[in-house]
């Protein structure tokens, strides 16, 4: 029998820490601080929203691109939000979550061997995506000194003339950190100068602490080197309803509405139904959230301070990136001994790539009470390594 | 008053709404501000009455205590000058009314009572309440279940089901 399988897809890395993930969710009784979805349900008038259009009978596919209502909303939104404005007719696809767009944007975009700078730590899913594109893909490794920010200096080190698109993934899964506007400007001028394109991963756009959200779209002309990603799953608690949006040129918008014709159909119709009540009437819920979130994030940072666990402070998202190299031992390591030891489960750094190596993901996406259970044990373990060291 | 006090005030106020025990320093560190500042502006406040009180609140039928709820709507006559302030104090003046509030629409006076029977709440009805001059009709309502009270859920919740771990 020939092998059933392509070879270009076996070649493509498992995610190293597969295996915690899996000991991890298995594990009884354990809690946890490695939760990449909000622990708020979506805002009922939301849910409500879905459940009438179910009970209308509103069970149908809708246009490839998606409803058109929702289009109109989300190009209001994104004009309100990041001041750009986009065609909602042809500038503008609703995709089964921000990753189907991530997926979609990069075959859309890469000949064989065209490169893809990706930032990392970050999302898991720009790499293989690019694999899957035949593209190539170069990890930038950002740097703690810069609170992981994107530098010029970065790009400059790893751009050839090779390299097509830059993946810009801020507010940033798992560092936290965010690029303002001030720092985005340089990158955007690299980007002009070496005609590149951009795709924006902007799903945490509502959960930023210090001054509202910049995208790199928004830069003066930007606009038509960039897709905007975006999505419901953050910032309106919709992980599970699976939907998200881009928005962009027309060309690349028109080939990714092809892609997603063939693969996918439509996204979700019930999520669509329920997403425009969202964007019309949600957004006090989105912003108790948010002061809910920061909340939660002054209290962590604070208690890591209290432990002497080095962290800078990051203002995106809803993690927190703290340093455990003092301790001498891997991400992995740290984080599989305090889940035996502890029963706390934290992502480690390394799970969002090598540069990673030292540092712990840790989710806020959690009530006070929860964060202050967790972080008892977090320091009762961290206490007892110290005192083996000496 | 400026408008970061406001602020600071909006967030004392919003947070010690839902928990008015949590720890002044703990509070402090989540708001971003010094412990005494938010001491100083909750005693400014208690002074102002907007903070009004620091109440909890009780599920009495887990407590096992029998107690029931009604909620009267009271018809009046406003009297000349005074409208309805007078006989609203003359109703909120008995310790067993939990909340009187002027109401608009088809009736004028909405009072929350608790009592440990209902023969305790009818009497209070056709004893105190209706006998006062101004009240033209009165009808009156007994909770059955709370489901939500003061914007808490009251009936149990599910368990979160997320994952534990997950990108």
């Given at each position: 029998?020939r ?33 990449g ?84 730590p ?7 995506c690019t ?17 992981f920010?994107?530098?010029?200096e ?38 002009k ?9 902007e ?63 439509c ?29 939660r ?12 666990l ?11 990136f703290?340093?455990?190299k ?45 964060l ?7 320091e ?11 | ?28 560190i ?21 903070i ?34 007078r ?10 009314v ?58 149990p ?11």
């Amino acid at each position: 029998m020939r092998n059933p399988l392509s070879k270009k897809i076996v070649d493509i890395q498992p995610s190293g820490i597969r295996k915690f993930f899996d000991v991890a969710n298995e594990m009884e009784d354990a809690i946890s601080l490695g939760v990449g979805e909000p622990d708020f349900d979506t805002p009922w008038r939301i849910r409500e929203e879905g459940i009438f259009s179910l009970e209308k009978g509103k069970t149908f596919y809708t246009s490839n691109a998606g409803l058109q209502d929702l289009r109109n909303e989300i190009c209001r939104y994104l004009e309100r939000k990041i001041g750009v404005s986009y065609d909602s007719k042809n500038e503008t696809l609703v995709t089964v979550g921000g990753s189907e767009a991530i997926d979609i944007g990069l075959r859309c975009m890469l000949d064989p061997g065209d490169e893809v700078l990706i930032p990392q730590p970050s999302y898991v899913s720009y790499l293989p995506c690019t694999l899957m594109a035949d593209g190539v893909p170069v990890v930038i490794p950002l740097q703690y000194k810069n609170e992981f920010k994107l530098t010029v200096e970065d790009l400059e080190k790893y751009t050839t003339t090779k390299t097509k698109v830059l993946v810009m993934p801020f507010p940033n899964n798992p560092t936290g950190s965010i690029m303002t506007g001030e720092d985005l400007a340089p990158v955007a001028e690299f980007v002009k100068e070496h005609d590149l394109y951009v795709i924006s991963d902007e799903i945490y756009s509502e959960l930023t602490y210090k001054g509202e959200h910049v995208s790199i779209a928004s830069l003066p002309g930007m606009r038509e080197r960039t897709i905007v990603i975006n999505g419901f799953s953050k910032g309106f608690a919709m992980t599970g309803w699976r939907l998200g949006y881009c928005c962009g040129p027309e060309n690349i918008i028109e080939q990714m509405t092809k892609l997603h014709q063939y693969a996918i159909m439509c996204a979700p119709t019930t999520s669509q139904y329920a997403a425009v009540e969202g964007l019309r009437n949600c957004e006090d819920e989105v912003q108790e959230m948010r002061r809910s979130y920061n909340e939660r994030r002054r209290f962590l940072m604070s208690e890591f301070k209290r432990m002497g666990l080095e962290c800078f402070e990051p203002y995106g998202a809803f993690y927190v990136f703290p340093s455990i190299k003092e301790f001498g031992m891997t991400s992995e390591e740290f984080a599989t001994k305090l889940l035996q030891e502890e029963k706390v489960a934290i992502v480690p750094g390394t799970a969002f790539g090598e540069c990673g190596e030292g540092f712990l993901r840790i989710s806020y996406a959690y009530s006070i009470e929860d964060l202050k259970e967790a972080l008892g044990r977090v320091e009762r373990f961290i206490q007892r390594l110290r005192a083996e060291k000496q | 008053m400026n408008d970061k006090k406001e602020a600071l005030r909006l967030e004392i106020l919003k947070d010690i709404e839902k928990n008015s025990r949590v720890d002044l320093g703990e509070l402090a560190i989540r708001i971003g501000v010094e412990e005494v500042d938010v001491a100083n502006e909750m005693a400014e406040m208690e002074k102002e009455k907007i903070i009004c009180g620091y109440h909890t609140l009780i599920d009495w039928d887990r407590a096992g205590v029998e107690m029931v709820t009604a909620l009267i709507e009271v018809r009046v006559t406003p009297q000349r000058d005074r409208g309805f302030d007078r006989i609203a104090e003359r109703i909120y003046n008995y310790p067993e009314v939990y909340a009187v509030y002027l109401i608009s629409g088809s009736y004028d006076l909405l009072v929350t009572l608790e009592g440990r029977t209902l023969k305790e709440v009818s009497r209070f009805v056709s004893e105190k309440l209706s006998p006062i001059d101004e009240v033209l009709s009165t009808a009156t309502h007994f909770i059955l279940k709370k489901y939500k009270d003061h914007g808490t859920i009251m009936v149990p919740r599910k368990e979160s089901e997320r994952m534990l771990v997950t990108p």
